[in-house]
């Protein structure tokens, strides 16, 4: 019998030329497997498949993994407000380590002695995909043709035809990677330092004119509500916000960040539900936690990020992290409001019962209700002890015209 190998497969060139020369040329069983993130339509995975078993393949299966990873992963870059670099919503960074988890399950579940992937060697996925099959199954092998024979596009489309795969493999002009967490777009302006994308590169074109207000409802740090209508799957929230949001263009951008290989990369990205629900999650802070909290969960917040980036999910000091993340949350309840236009949003106001704003102490600014100005001179002598001790000894040291 022939040994089983599972590919990672979407239906473009790469996936394809891997199961062709893995069928032909190692003489495996192949199982393709796609896992979903929330970024594929009934009819695109229907497509995926009918593609793969013109392949040859003895089974594929499509995995959705949507509710899982929002429960695992997507929930807790909300609760930080994670911004890689503050920019990018790690859309196709996070996504990949549970498509990777969803490969390994399916892998072991048909008994397969090999798992492979259509990933390059010059870009994050790899390591992702790799760090994640290595620690989960090691003994099963990964095999990535196109990264082990350096193989050029044409030299794929050349192999594929004389096995009879015959498709218009023309390159799209952009590079479109979408999820439910926002979608990346790659293309010959993201390889310089100095071009923009074209406005036609973006998938979503805006419709709409003029503004609108958009109120978004948290629960416990959780988007719960849109626009007055309460949503029981979060998943179903999201892609509400999105849907709005998309219709004005917002969350384009292009991030520029360190790889994990140690190059520096740039995408291009569009995320209008991320961009909209995190600003308006920070915003919801802002009000309703105190100084410190804020303070420690945005350092560990960016730690977060970058582990997640990084492909270093399943590092037990994640769990940790999330544990503190989600302790902050319990008093993120309330409403905020935005304000849409074409290409851009603004931030209202929030309305919530734990607003620290609405403490009776005092207006900032205003009025003082719960001390006098003899605590605030008395409170201020002390506070500048160390300083004026400090300037006595090294001799005005602190005057900035010395």
């Known amino acids: ?42 009819d695109e995975l229907s497509d995926i498949e009918r593609k793969a078993y013109e392949l040859g393949v003895a089974k594929h299966v499509a995995i959705d993994v949507t509710d899982v990873y929002y429960n695992k992963c997507i929930r807790y870059m909300v609760y930080g407000n994670v911004l890689k670099h503050n920019t990018y919503p790690l859309s196709v960074s996070s996504e990949r380590i549970f498509q990777a988890l969803a490969i390994v399950d399916y892998a072991r579940k048909v008994g397969a002695k090999y798992i492979a992937h259509g990933s390059t060697g ?12 290595q ?16 193989i050029s596009r044409e030299d794929e489309i050349a192999y594929l035809k004389k096995e009879g795969v015959v498709r218009d493999w023309s390159k799209m002009a952009y590079s479109i990677n979408k999820g439910l967490w926002g979608t990346s777009i790659g293309g010959k302006e993201t390889l310089t330092s100095d071009k923009a994308l074209p406005s036609d590169a973006y998938p979503s074109q805006p419709v709409k004119e003029g503004s609108e207000r958009l109120e978004l409802g948290f629960d416990k740090g959780e988007l719960s509500s ?7 799957s979060k998943v179903d929230a999201i892609r509400e916000v999105e849907r709005i949001g998309s219709a004005w263009a917002i969350g384009r951008d292009i991030h520029v960040g360190d790889t994990i290989i140690g190059i520096k990369g740039r995408v291009g990205f569009e995320s209008a539900a991320p961009q909209l629900i995190l600003k308006a ?33 399943l590092e037990p000091v994640m769990r940790d992290l999330e544990a503190f993340l989600e302790s902050t949350q319990q008093n993120v309840t309330g409403k905020v409001y935005l ?8 931030m209202v106001g929030i309305d919530s019962a734990h607003d620290l704003m609405k403490s009776g102490f005092g207006d900032y600014g205003e009025v003082n209700k719960a001390w006098n100005g003899d605590d605030v001179k008395g409170f201020t002598k002390i506070i500048s002890n160390s300083l004026k001790i400090y300037n006595k000894v090294n001799k005005g040291k602190l005057d900035i015209n010395q």
């Open 122 to 133: 010059a870009g994050n996925d790899q390591v992702r995909f790799d760090l994640t099959f």
């Open 339 to 346: 304000e849409l236009h074409p290409y851009y949003f603004n």
């Open 1 to 42: 019998m022939k040994e089983r190998v599972v590919v990672a497969y979407s239906g473009g060139l790469d996936t394809s030329y891997c199961v062709k020369y893995l069928a032909k040329e190692k003489n495996l069983e192949i199982y393709t497997a796609i896992a979903n993130t929330g970024g594929f339509s009934v």
């Open 226 to 232: 849109v626009n007055g209508k309460t949503f029981a």
């Open 281 to 313: 999650h920070h915003l919801l802070e802002k009000h309703t936690l105190t100084k410190w909290q804020m303070y420690w969960k945005e350092q560990i917040s960016n730690w977060y990020g970058m582990m997640l980036h990084d492909g270093m999910y």
């Open 135 to 150: 620690v989960l199954a090691p003994d099963i092998e990964i095999i990535t043709p196109i990264r082990d024979q350096v």
